[in-house]
């Protein structure tokens, strides 16, 4: 797959920059540069970033918040929080708290006080009765199916309202109606008055006013009539003064209705300007509060914080450093044009930071039971092991060893395969942290499953060296029988078997994978393990890394595997494109 900048593997010091900073150069921020070196907006940046409080912010997000916010910091600018809460149907202040619980997690903090598009309603209603009075807008009593067939489609004319010739004094009186309650639901709309005819849907008479006898989450019952999100956007923007209006690319063809509507009101402020970018794309991941809000209400997922969510809650969950988003949206950098960025390179941020900040801890996840059997009787051992190896200053603890351990069950095998080089009958691994164990006896279940491996271990190979020397080619992990604790682990894989679900026009939910989770509840855990924090996260010694959740420390949830499959991609990426120029350079040669 292609990606919007072409990208390496993270940096090393990945996550050492901090919110607002940014390493890119795009056309956005030249453009931004541009306007500042003319003087235009008397050389002032404002940005927004505006969700709508219907669900949940996801990684999509992440990278609007980023190019936001990073600009205002870079251009010395502001930037606002303002939520477009212009449908009372779906909004909540449950999204109002998590959005700005999101928000803060990430790292970004609004220039002034959280705005609301709902706090410019009155200005909004005024602004529509002045473009009534100018004859740009009128009340439609046609139905919304009506509405939509008489639009026409590209290469298909719009056929006007029989309404659309209304006087001005009618409309008003109309438009008054519908705020008074004097209609019904859905009984009649204001449409801007624009070109039925316009090659440019979005200008063929859009609707400004709907009726909705719903209460709105802050004004309550005041309104009955409530502005659609292009009527209410731009102005908003106008309002609070926003200079650069930054949008991803499915709002192009709402540019050209986003400044027609500024050019016809008198706006306190020199008119913003909308400019448009690619969204994020990523592998495996739709990018769609519909599609998430179906995963939950259909009971796919336990929430939209569920770990194997795309939501910044479900991230969070599961372990993603807010540092490791923030430096993989900034490496995926500003582009004109739409593409799909692979979800490894993601993955490959979040262990590159986790490898050079987690404590290694060691975890047994399917547990076999080992017995020492030449240990001697009644003693116990407290060995010392590294806390990271990436980080000196982390230092050391101590873990207990004695004469009874688990280990995995694939690290034993009573017949082991070719290239097997763990434990088996005769053959000796060294424990990490401990001794070297030879294996000589096994007992077996009645379906001949090993449950119990019998060995013995060399006294003087503590720390994993010998006074002989000699070598052994596996090395691993281990929890001491008679001090481990017990905990539930959350293994995942892709919620999405598909690498793009939905595509062609297909039904996303039908690439849910069924496996997505597994849950093991038998685990064997270093003893240390008990006292971690909510959301710490933590590398099991060969097996990934692990957060603990954020409501039960007793679960952990793998964060992500210790194999970097970003790496693996790239080799190959790289492998083709040599493939490719060889293959060139042999056709010039024939050629010639």
Known sequence: MSTENPVDAPDDG?????PGESTSTDFIRQKIAADNDSARFSQRVQTRFP?????????????????????????AGTCNLRFDDTNPEGEDQEYIDGIEEDLAWLGYKPSGPV????DYFQQLYDWAENLIEKGLAYVDDQDAETISAQRGGFGKPGVESPHRQRTPAENMELFRGMRDGLYADGE????????MQSENMQLRDPIMYRIKRMAHHRTGDTWIIYPTYDWAHGQSDAIEGVTHSLCTLEFTDNRALYDWYLSNLDLPHEQPEQTEYARLGLTYTPMSKRVFARLVNDGIVDGWDDPRMPTLRGLRRRGYPASAIRDFVDKVGIARTNSTTEIELLESFVRTELNRTSLRRMAVLRPLKVVITNWPEGEERLLTAINNPEDDTAGTRTVAFGPELWIEQDDFKVEPPAKYYRLSPGREVRLRAGFYITAHDVETDAEGNPTTVFCSYDPESEGGSTPDGRKVKATIHWVS?????????????RLFSDPHPGEGGTDPLASVNPDSRETLTDVRLEQSLADVEPGQVVQFERLGYFAVDLDDSTVFHRTVGLRDEWANIQKRQQKSQRQHKNQGQQKKKRSS
């Open 14 to 18: 990945v996550g050492d920059r901090s």
């Open 51 to 75: 969700p709508e409080p219907n669900g949940y912010l996801h990684i999509g997000h992440a990278k609007a918040i980023n190019l936001n916010f990073s600009v205002a910091a870079e251009f």
């Open 115 to 118: 705005l609301y598009a709902s």
């Open 188 to 195: 009649k709309v204001l449409r801007a008055k624009i070109d």
């Open 481 to 493: 029988a008679q001090h481990a604790v017990g905990g539930t682990v959350n293994l995942y894989n």
